[in-house]
């Protein structure tokens, strides 16, 4: 094999930087229940705990018998396998390695993200009809009255007013926002976070072009997520990635296997926007 020097777990490694560096949609996730994830089909334990009651106290009197804790469990299926299968000629590999095998990593990694991006933004379909808010012809000057009205929504369902809230919104949106001149100066900090444009009133918004279009009914509806990130939760392994000599060619390949799944869980904390634009 030409690839002598290569070791799974160091490009592995460099596979889940690069990876990180392209999410969106993955980035705003909670990722505490990533597990053991080997196949297909595998599931992923998320533990809660029930609610706890609150009553009167009484001075100079017994309380009653501790209630107690129970765990809920739900199931997050990994119902998703996305794979890359890429070669190096030899006569390339002489002259660019290792500077050709990073760049097509980082090539993978983005066609990975994008695809688990658009998973996560599929996840609209599950968004219950009481936190589906919908505006049409949105214009410049309709921005603020719509974040007011979702933030309203979520306050209302008891997420906290001063947590931060993730705006997730399509390139056409986001040019609305940017002319309403309601962000934030952005800090360093979010200058050098992937697809943040600024903040408003607690919303820290996102711009992606994996953000769901519906042009069923002819005129395009933007399935805008606002959310805390412990709304949905992403899991995911790579689970295979191997070099191998191409027996036909004079080349180096590398192919590897990505396994994921994403579930809402906390469906209080997504309020999905429907929205269109002024023409």
């Known amino acids: 094999m030409a690839l002598n020097y290569f070791i799974p777990t160091v490009w592995s490694e460099t596979l889940y930087r690069e990876l990180d560096r392209e ?79 990073k760049e097509a990593m980082r090539l993978a990694a983005s066609a990975l993200a994008n695809e688990a991006d658009k998973y996560v933004y599929s996840l609209y379909q599950n968004v219950a009809a009481a936190n589906t808010m919908s505006f049409s012809d949105v214009t410049a000057d309709d921005v603020i009255d719509m974040l007011l009205s979702v933030r309203q929504r979520l306050l209302e369902n008891d997420v906290p007013g001063g947590e931060d809230i993730i705006l997730e919104v399509p390139p056409v949106v986001a040019s609305l926002i940017v002319k309403s001149k309601i962000l934030n100066g952005s800090s360093n900090d979010e200058a050098l976070d992937k697809g943040c444009i600024g903040k408003f009133l607690g919303f820290k918004i996102y711009v992606s072009n994996n953000v769901v279009t519906d042009t069923t009914s002819g005129t395009p509806c933007y399935k805008c997520f606002a959310r805390t990130k412990q709304a949905i939760t992403f899991a995911e392994q790579l689970n295979e990635i191997e070099a191998y000599r191409p027996e036909l060619r004079f080349a180096d390949a590398v192919k590897g296997l990505h396994l994921y799944g994403a579930k809402i869980v906390h469906p209080k904390e997504l309020v999905l926007l429907n929205v269109t634009t002024a023409a």
């Open 23 to 101: 999410y969106i949609a993955v980035k705003n996730c909670s990722r505490d229940y990533e597990g053991d994830i080997k196949n297909v089909g595998d599931t992923v334990k998320i533990i809660g705990v029930s609610p706890i009651s609150v009553f009167d106290y009484t001075k100079n009197t017994n309380m009653s018998a501790p209630s107690a804790l129970s765990d809920t469990q739900r199931m997050l299926t990994i119902d998703r396998a996305k794979a890359f299968n890429f070669q190096i000629d030899d006569i390339d590999r002489a002259q660019a390695t290792p500077k050709l095998m």
